[in-house]
């Protein structure tokens, strides 16, 4: 399911907002509603994505979520031929709510 980023600053509900990261170098937003969660999308429908953490912060700065995570899925087992783990090889750490100043463009 999808939410687009200005129904994301208008919702009711949002427990925590969850920034994917795919390699260090791509970052996916994602929303939880208690147990549901939803890919966050801009208004054209595609998913919300940048290259690093910072921009991805100031594009969620609008949104009043009680907590912002960063979300990191090893390879690594996969990467050195090892079975794959019973549960879930999964970092989740909280982020700062601190978006910085940060000038255009910059």
Known sequence: MK???PQLQNSVGLTRVIVHSLDFSIYIAYAAFGEETFLVTDAEGKPLRTRNLTAMKQQLAGVAAPGLYLRHESAYDEMV????RAGANTLEIPLSRDWGDFPEGG
Not at 81 to 84: E, L, R
């Open 3 to 5: 939410i687009t980023l």
């Open 81 to 84: 031929g090892q079975p794959g």
